[in-house]
Structures are given as structure tokens and as C-alpha cells.
């Protein structure tokens, strides 16, 4: 079998952003259930975490092509 | 690009970094590439549109008209007046172009015929990062002091004197180069990766349709997959120029508040 082991760190990387973006809309979904009307506060909050917490995964992957 | 035929005989070559070079236009100079082309085409397209949209402008707006001042509109209250506050009028011409221009070149990845998008190469991102890096610093200085403005970054008020030993350094760290760092590599790694995923369907497709019968039935998925991922990348490359503009203008509220 080959590969590179850099693409299984990569594999690696994604759980804590996976773990952290599903927390973040968890907590977007119940705000918004709880208060609809906060909704538009909510939402941009809700995306620049998402955002946030997805760049991490990304510069995992960013990595995985450089250190080849 | 590799041929339909060449790939038959040696088994699947995934998709790599190789793929983003390109030959140049003319001659040798590598300067003019495809991604140099299509900044060029981005402006060409972004401000034709909206110097159509706003030409004949009306107090009954024509469909065009109505979709370029709705664009704006939002850039304007939600990103301006929202997020920066009461000086924020004077952000919103920055704010906007930074945010057509980077939904423009990065749109370009999924339309027919071009299917690149530019922010994927890392030069470009870089390049628009260092407007709005510049911006917020020149409007903190010009606002507060210079001596005053780095004083607020390396002493927070309001803070036990040991915790200072930690929190001096992560801070100018923060303001001189995290925050750079992730504007410029979030833009270009979402689009790379992006790009990436419709290279894989895309070329896994080509790969199965030259192999034998079944899976030449099989590539259908896949290029099911590709068009479906393509629509998926449509809300990512929205939502990356809308996050980039998004952190720009709090960078800049932040460099306007009175304390940091």
C-alpha cells in the first residue's frame, strides 16, 4: 500500500473543527428555537464561528499537500 | 491536463496540487496565467454589472437595477451599520468592493467553461488580505495614536499585572499575525479544497467512463456527485466572501472602539 501518512494526519485534524462546528450550530439551532426572533443576531455569529472553527480543518489540509 | 486515454492503462491518478499550475498565456511569462485572466475578467464583469444596474437608475427600480442595489443594501446595514457602527459610511465603498470582488473570482469555480476559482492560488487571497490588514491598522493609528494604539494591543485595561507576562505577546501576536495569517489562508484553503473535491469526482468519473461496462454505468454517480458538490460550492464561495467581509469590518470596529 501507498500514500502518505500526512493525509491521515489531515484524517486526524478534522475531529476537533467536525466536533467544534457541530457544537456551534447545536447551540445556534436550540437559541433559535428558543427565541425566533433572535434569528438575524444568531445567524452571523453562528457563521463566523462555523467559520472559524473550519478554517482549522482546512489549514490541516493546506498542510497534508505541503509537508509531502 | 491529463488525457482521456493516457489514464486507461495506469489506474487512477488522484488530483494533486500539479493541478493548479498553469501553462502561461503568452509566451514564458509565467505572470499571465489563467488566474491572472480571470482577475482581470472579474473586474471587467463586477463593474460592468453594476454600472448597468445603476445607469439608468429610477425610483422604480428595473429588475437589474433592483438585484445590484439589493446586493448593496446588504453589504451596507448588515456588514456597515451593524457590525462598525456609527462611522461606518465611510467603510461601505471598501467593504463592498472587497466583497464583489472576492465573490466574483471566487464564483468563477463552478461557471462552465472557466472552472477555476482564483482565490485558490495563494497569491491572491494574500493580496487582498494586505487591504484590509493595512485598512485596520491605518484606521486604529490615525484614530488613536500610534503610541496610545499599541499601549491598547499590549496592555488590555483592566487586568491583573502577572497575567500581562501571557497575554502581551498572544495579543500582538493576534493583531500582527494570526489574524492576517487566517483571513488569507481560510479564503485559500476553502477554495483549494474546493476545487480539489470537484477534481476528484470529476476526474474519478472520467477514470471509471474509460474503464469497462459497469463502471462505465458507475461514472454516472460521480458525475452526479460532481454537479451536486458544484452547487454545494456555490454556498461555500458565497459564505467565504461574505466571512472575509465579515472579519474585515470587525477588524475595522475593532481599531474604532475606544478600547480594545
Redesign the interface.
Known amino acids: 500500500m501507498t500514500g502518505t501518512l500526512a493525509i491521515v494526519g489531515f484524517g486526524l485534524s478534522t475531529i476537533g473543527p467536525g466536533t467544534a462546528t457541530g457544537l456551534i450550530f447545536a447551540a445556534y439551532i436550540s437559541g433559535v428555537a428558543r427565541q425566533p426572533e433572535a434569528r438575524s443576531i444568531l445567524q452571523p455569529i453562528a457563521f463566523l464561528g462555523f467559520a472559524l472553527a473550519e478554517a482549522l480543518a482546512l489549514f490541516g489540509l493546506v498542510l497534508a499537500f505541503v509537508l509531502k | 491536463m491529463r488525457g482521456l486515454l493516457s489514464q486507461a492503462n495506469e489506474g487512477f491518478v488522484p488530483p ?2 500539479a493541478d493548479f499550475d498553469f501553462a502561461p498565456i503568452f509566451g514564458d511569462s509565467i505572470l499571465f496565467t489563467k488566474p491572472v485572466l480571470l482577475v482581470f475578467l472579474s473586474v471587467i464583469v463586477a463593474g460592468s454589472f453594476f454600472t448597468l444596474s445603476a445607469r439608468k437608475a429610477a425610483i422604480v427600480p428595473s429588475k437589474l437595477q433592483f438585484a445590484g442595489e439589493s446586493v448593496y443594501t446588504f453589504i451596507r446595514n ?1 456588514l456597515g451599520r451593524d457590525v462598525i457602527g456609527p462611522e461606518f459610511m465611510r467603510f461601505v465603498p471598501f467593504l463592498f468592493s472587497l466583497f464583489i470582488f472576492i465573490l466574483t473570482n471566487n464564483i468563477f469555480g463552478i461557471v462552465p467553461l472557466i472552472q477555476f476559482p482564483t482565490m485558490s492560488h495563494i497569491g491572491f487571497p494574500i493580496g487582498v488580505t494586505i487591504f484590509s490588514y493595512v485598512t485596520y491598522h491605518y484606521v486604529a493609528i490615525k484614530k488613536h495614536g500610534f503610541s496610545k494604539y499599541v499601549k491598547d494591543i499590549c496592555f488590555m485595561p483592566g487586568i491583573p499585572k502577572p497575567v500581562y507576562l501571557i497575554l502581551t505577546p498572544v495579543e500582538l501576536l493576534t493583531y500582527l499575525v494570526t489574524r492576517p495569517l ?1 483571513l488569507s ?2 479564503l ?3 477554495m ?2 474546493g476545487h480539489l473535491l470537484l477534481l476528484v469526482f470529476t476526474l474519478g468519473g472520467e477514470y471509471l467512463f474509460t474503464s469497462g461496462l459497469i463502471l462505465k454505468f458507475l461514472s454516472l454517480f460521480s458525475f452526479g456527485f460532481a454537479i451536486g458538490l458544484s452547487f454545494f460550492e456555490l454556498g461555500i464561495q458565497a ?2 466572501a ?2 472575509f467581509t ?2 474585515t469590518a ?1 477588524y475595522i470596529a475593532g481599531a474604532l472602539a475606544d478600547e480594545h
Do not use: D, G, K
Open positions: 494533486s496540487s448588515e487566517t489562508m481560510r485559500f484553503a476553502n483549494f479544497a459564505l467565504q461574505y466571512i465579515l472579519l470587525l
